[in-house]
């Protein structure tokens, strides 16, 4: 599933590509046709990310919420969008009017000012209400990329639960927009067992925590990948082979079970944890 990166990378490519502009939206696969129709003629004011939600916002007080789930994608082009393939649950073209209102030379410019994306096997592509909205962002938990976050709110769960750190780190509804990569790397940077009960963790050791999370989420967006690992600890530092992995990016214990730890050679332990693997180095998280 997309960690939170992605999803804020979305957010802001697509006010990039429709933000002041009238859109057009269609559903080829038909499962959003009524939803569609409504958005049509809608301009895009902006758009948001809160964890792994995305949101833009219509004039009129018309929000559309996706969720990627597992297997949702997004796609966008300039110009004229190509022939429907596949099941897209959502196409939404600009008509590249942002433009228009500059005047004669923007004018000129329109037609490469249009731009279209596809939206296909999202877990939610719903339109939301403002109340719909506010129900959302209370369901989440602060979102380490959001400058509105409060990590406190977080911290008042965490340290009341007797639950493993790693399972806290997972739930929404405690921290928004982490994911398995960036909860099993960031316990491994601040020598966190991944099961260690949350009211263990003390104020400091959150804080800590926190501003990792903050640091590794902010250069995913940058990159548009994760990487975790610090400089001593790269392939040409260490004389090692890069990663090869489909995830890309550098990172200490994520999907290396049995791989010597890049700090002290421990094998990489994994675990299940709540349905999901979990890894660990047993002896610097020790
Ligand atoms: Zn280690």
Not at 145 to 159: N, V, W
Not at 190 to 200: H, K, N, V
Not at 258 to 279: D, E, F, I, K, Q
């Amino acid at each position: 599933m997309p960690e939170g990166h992605t999803i804020h990378r979305l957010a802001a490519r697509h006010a990039e590509l429709f933000a002041g502009d009238k859109v057009h939206a269609a559903s080829p696969q038909g499962r959003f046709a009524e939803g569609a129709a409504r958005l049509t003629g809608s301009v895009l004011e902006s758009t948001e990310a809160y964890g792994k939600h995305l949101l833009h916002h219509y004039a009129g007080e018309l929000t559309l919420h996706v969720h990627l789930g597992l297997y949702g994608k997004v796609t966008d082009g300039a110009g004229e969008p190509p022939e429907p393939v596949g099941q897209i649950r959502l196409r939404l073209a600009s008509d590249g009017s942002r433009s228009r209102r500059g005047g004669r030379r923007a004018e000129l410019e329109s037609s490469v000012d249009r731009h279209w994306l596809d939206l296909r096997g999202p877990t939610a592509c719903e339109l939301l209400t403002p109340p719909e909205v506010a129900a959302l962002r209370g369901r989440l938990g602060p979102d380490p990329l959001r400058a509105d976050a409060d990590p406190e709110r977080a911290y008042a769960r965490i340290s009341r639960s007797p639950t493993p750190l790693a399972a806290l780190l997972l739930d929404q509804s405690v921290v928004a927009g982490t994911g398995l990569i960036f909860v099993t790397e960031a316990l491994f940077r601040e020598a966190l067992s991944p099961t260690m009960p949350g009211r263990q963790l003390t104020p400091a050791g959150w804080e800590r925590l926190w501003a990792d999370l903050v640091t590794l989420m902010r250069q995913a967006v940058d990159r548009g990948r994760i990487d975790t690992v610090r400089d001593a600890h790269l392939p040409e530092a260490m004389g090692r082979a890069a990663r090869v992995d489909r995830h890309g990016g550098e990172v200490y214990v994520y999907r290396r079970p049995g791989a010597p730890c890049h700090v002290c050679a421990t094998p990489v332990s994994r675990g299940a944890l709540a349905g999901r693997n979990l890894y660990w180095c047993p002896t610097c998280q020790r």
